[in-house]
T-cell receptor, first 110, second 111 residues
Framework: GENVEQHPSTLSVQEGDSAVIKCTYSDSASNYFPWYKQELGKRPQLIIDIRSNVGEKKDQRIAVTLNKTAKHFSLHITETQPEDSAVYFC?????????FGAGTRLTVKP | KAGVTQTPRYLIKTRGQQVTLSCSPISGHRSVSWYQQTPGQGLQFLFEYFSETQRNKGNFPGRFSGRQFSNSRSEMNVSTLELGDSALYLCASARGLNEQYFGPGTRLTVT
């Protein structure tokens, strides 16, 4: 089955800096790659996603890149703010069979 | 539009008992997936239902089962509870393939 690895497990940045989280997947049939943000005590929230026929997608301060050949994808957050502090999960999916990475705890220091 | 809802929100059970959790998807969504979230194992996929049929299944023992009704509401059942089943159980709904939206979860504690 699909295996998703996520790095780093923790990330601390200063407010205004950029943050990058990387994931790799094992199953080349995976065709959908979402990113979720989970704040303490809350449900995971879909923040951005990318499909396998697209290499990059951007939404304001958040961008995701996908390299199908290398089977890795990354989340980029620019101009980080304290409210970006949360756990971020990447996932790889084949037709709604979705497998998650272990998560990255991002702390943005004011 | 109302979001995904789950009941109950909190549950305490004893080892050996069974439990049933419920999930109501976003209106118009026909896919419901279930996940187990624990500090040690992260978010793990249990199964996905679409149009009352289990379409995908994760690597959990047969004690974990589910079903989906004609109105797309879904239930999951865990029989013969073990201490290790203590977790946050999340369901997520999707209109078709891919974009999944999570409910608030049911916090299950097994004593």
């Amino acid at each position: 089955g699909e295996n998703v690895e996520q790095h780093p497990s923790t990330l601390s940045v200063q407010e205004g800096d950029s943050a990058v989280i990387k994931c790799t997947y094992s199953d080349s049939a995976s065709n959908y790659f979402p990113w979720y943000k989970q704040e303490l005590g809350k449900r995971p929230q879909l923040i951005i996603d990318i499909r396998s026929n697209v290499g990059e997608k951007k939404d304001q301060r958040i961008a995701v890149t996908l390299n199908k050949t290398a089977k890795h994808f990354s989340l980029h957050i620019t101009e980080t703010q304290p409210e970006d502090s949360a756990v971020y999960f990447c996932a790889a999916s084949i037709n709604n069979d979705m497998r998650f990475g272990a998560g990255t705890r991002l702390t943005v220091k004011p | 539009k109302a979001g995904v809802t789950q009941t109950p929100r909190y549950l305490i059970k004893t080892r050996g008992q069974q439990v049933t959790l419920s999930c109501s998807p976003i209106s118009g969504h026909r896919s419901v997936s279930w996940y187990q979230q624990t500090p040690g194992q992260g978010l793990q996929f249990l199964f996905e239902y679409f149009s009352e049929t289990q379409r995908n299944k994760g690597n959990f023992p047969g004690r974990f089962s589910g079903r989906q009704f004609s109105n797309s509401r879904s239930e999951m059942n865990v029989s013969t509870l073990e201490l290790g089943d203590s977790a946050l159980y999340l369901c997520a709904s999707a209109r078709g393939l891919n974009e999944q939206y999570f409910g608030p979860g049911t916090r299950l504690t097994v004593t």
